[in-house]
């Protein structure tokens, strides 16, 4: 049987080369020799020296799981992962809570609940870290996704587009980074189908940072828009045809609908503001 001692080495080993897969299939095994060494939950209450080693050899092991996790894209694993983490993040001892990796799996964590769009989590989990981490918002990291929520929010997209587009230089971002970005991009689309019934393809592509006129078109082929003579047709529903049918209830649509067109507008002015003149896009 392998020992735990040669099962880490082969975990540190494969991480540091960057194969996540052979991690994967590693870890169980280290887990299941921690569970058999009592070293796998812990128990705050000792405060034995070799013990509370040990115990940090168990972080460090977790730590690469959770990171391992956000490498293969497997988000519930993680999540699993960093529930483990607590026990150590959270605690009263020092030499358990810190870790160099702390910051930047805690802000994954964030990215994994904000990227899922599990909005009332994210915000439950940001007040807990407030009571829990001092000075929350100058710490690099965690004022990361801090500030894209915050963006996103109140729409400033473009905002959260360029600190996104930006990135911290770290590699586990990427993941997330791409589908809050693709989150941005079909947020800002529905409500520009909510506020215009056409824009020109040029203000399009700069509204979607689209890279090229190519793009506009992927897009509007996936939404149902219709491009011609370069301007974007956005194909409201509307069927004259149906004039006779309207009842009493069409008013309270209309009102609901002119609503929400003005919040789409406010949204589109948001990003326009920031990023151009309105005037040159309408």
Known sequence: MVSLENLVRSL??????????????????VKLELIKNKIFIPDLKNNNEQYINDLNITK???????????????????ENDFTLLRSFYFCKNDKLSNSENKSKIICLYLLVLRSD?????FHSELEY?????????????????????????EGLYQR????????????????FNKTLMSAIRDEIAHSTEM??????????????????????????????????????????DEDDDDDDDIDDGFENDALDFNRNAKD?????????DYAINLETIV
């Not at 460090?60 to 894209?73: C, N, P, R, V, Y």
């Not at 769009?117 to 989590?121: N, P, W």
């Open 12 to 29: 540190n080993t494969a991480f540091e080369s960057k194969d996540y897969e052979s991690c994967e299939k590693i870890i169980p095994s």
């Open 60 to 78: 460090k092991i977790l730590e690469i799981g959770a990171l391992t996790d956000i490498f293969l894209s497997k988000n519930e694993a993680f």
């Open 117 to 121: 769009g599990d909005v009332t989590r």
């Open 129 to 153: 870290l407030d009571r829990h981490i001092p000075n929350l918002e100058d710490d690099e990291l965690l004022s990361y996704p801090i500030k894209v929520d915050r963006w996103l929010m």
């Open 160 to 175: 959260a587009w360029e600190l996104l587009d930006a990135g911290l230089n770290i590699p586990e971002f990427d993941v």
């Open 195 to 236: 506020a215009y019934q056409e824009l020109p393809l040029t203000s399009i592509k700069t509204l979607l940072f689209l890279e090229n006129e190519k793009d506009v078109q992927t897009v509007a082929d996936d939404r149902g828009w219709t491009v011609a003579n370069s301007i974007v047709s956005f194909n409201q």
């Open 264 to 272: 789409s507008l406010k949204v589109i002015d948001n990003t326009l």
